[in-house]
């Protein structure tokens, strides 16, 4: 990467910053498409986010993603927010408009439907009900996404119901029927689903691993673990052995990025193999 009087700037805000691999994605498609553009990691603490963001037109930038834990305050911060951001209640991507004004946008729903088509072309949202182990961040994405696939049924499965019962009344549409279970209950929850979908921390390095169990799934079920570090998680070694399509977090994390780096850098970008291979390589565990 060669900096030039001209080169485009974007990056990423977080705190701490450190274990982001948005650099690595993204610095990959600027070599592989050889432009002058460089992405930082850009290390803000919570209490500098709003100067943080309202710097970066003053200083060229094109936009910035966000992660922990700025995604919720941007919110409040930015000139315009997409109605699928407001409706998720978090901003992962911001773009610099002409003007100068800040647009947040949230495309981890993107980044969840693009892998799930890519990996499963045949799943069929008609089915059965989709589950979703989790109600944080991820979760609101992942059903905001669902909403639109035309399933019929999302059944939330949390650990804390409150949270469960929260982001089904956030994200409640006519599209499609949200139910809310307790964790006690997930066996009962899976049953006749069409797609299994854990978005907990569970199976993080560091974590305890999330073990369901899977006897009374239909075989054909996709079963997607969107951690991905490690990339291969207890549950999807278990869902492999029974015969499930799996699918894991590494596709999600590719395609979330795709809409900012096109519209900071304007060149459309691929999730290809060489871009998997360089980044399975960054997401061995740290434990
Ligand atoms: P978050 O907002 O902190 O939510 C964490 C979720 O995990 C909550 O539902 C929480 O339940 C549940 N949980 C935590 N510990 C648990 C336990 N011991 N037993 C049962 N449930 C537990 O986190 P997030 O941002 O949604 O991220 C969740 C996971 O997705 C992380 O592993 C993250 O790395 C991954 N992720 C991947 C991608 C990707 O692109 N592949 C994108 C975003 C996130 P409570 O509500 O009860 O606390």
């Given at each position: 990467m060669k900096i030039s009087g001209t080169t485009r700037l974007a990056g990423i805000m977080g705190w701490p910053v450190t274990h982001s691999r948005s650099p690595v994605l993204h610095g990959f498609w600027l070599d592989e498409n050889e432009i002058d553009g460089a992405y930082l990691p850009l290390p803000v603490r919570p209490e500098h986010i709003e100067q943080a963001l309202r710097a970066l037109p003053i200083l060229g930038f094109r936009g910035c993603n966000l992660t922990i834990p700025h995604k919720q305050t941007a919110l409040s911060v930015v000139d315009s927010v997409e109605p699928l951001a407001r409706r998720i209640g978090a901003v992962?991507?911001?773009?610099?408009?002409?003007?100068?004004?800040?647009?947040?946008?949230?495309?981890?729903?993107?980044?969840?439907?693009?892998?799930?088509?890519?990996a499963v072309p045949e799943w069929n949202p008609a089915a059965g009900p989709a589950v979703i182990l989790g109600a944080g961040g991820a979760?609101?994405?992942?059903?905001?996404?669902?909403?639109?696939?035309?399933?019929?049924?999302?059944?939330?499965?949390?650990?804390?119901?409150?949270?469960?019962?929260?982001?089904?009344?956030?994200?409640?549409?006519?599209?499609?029927?949200?139910?809310?279970?307790?964790?006690?209950?997930?066996?009962?929850?899976?049953?006749?689903?069409?797609?299994?979908?854990n978005a907990t921390s569970l199976g993080m390095a560091g974590e305890p691993a999330l073990i369901l169990d899977l006897s009374s799934l239909p075989p054909s079920t996709p079963v997607v673990d969107i951690v991905?570090?490690?990339?291969?998680?207890?549950?999807?070694?278990?869902?492999?052995?029974?015969?499930?399509?799996?699918?894991?977090?590494?596709?999600?994390?590719?395609?979330?990025?795709?809409?900012?780096?096109?519209?900071?850098?304007?060149?459309?970008?691929q999730v290809t193999h060489e871009l998997r291979a360089a980044m399975r390589a960054t997401l061995a565990p740290t434990r």
């Open positions: 992962n991507t911001v773009i610099i408009g002409p003007d100068g004004s800040l647009e947040g946008r949230n495309t981890d729903a993107f980044g969840f439907c693009e892998n799930l088509r890519e979760a609101r994405a992942i059903v905001a996404a669902l909403a639109d696939t035309g399933v019929a049924e999302i059944r939330i499965v949390n650990r804390t119901l409150a949270h469960a019962a929260a982001l089904a009344s956030d994200l409640s549409t006519p599209k499609v029927a949200i139910t809310v279970h307790s964790w006690d209950k997930v066996s009962t929850a899976q049953r006749e689903a069409g797609l299994i979908v991905y570090v490690p990339l291969e998680t207890e549950l999807l070694a278990a869902a492999r052995r029974h015969g499930h399509p799996v699918v894991d977090g590494l596709g999600m994390l590719l395609h979330q990025g795709r809409p900012g780096f096109e519209a900071w850098f304007g060149v459309p970008v």
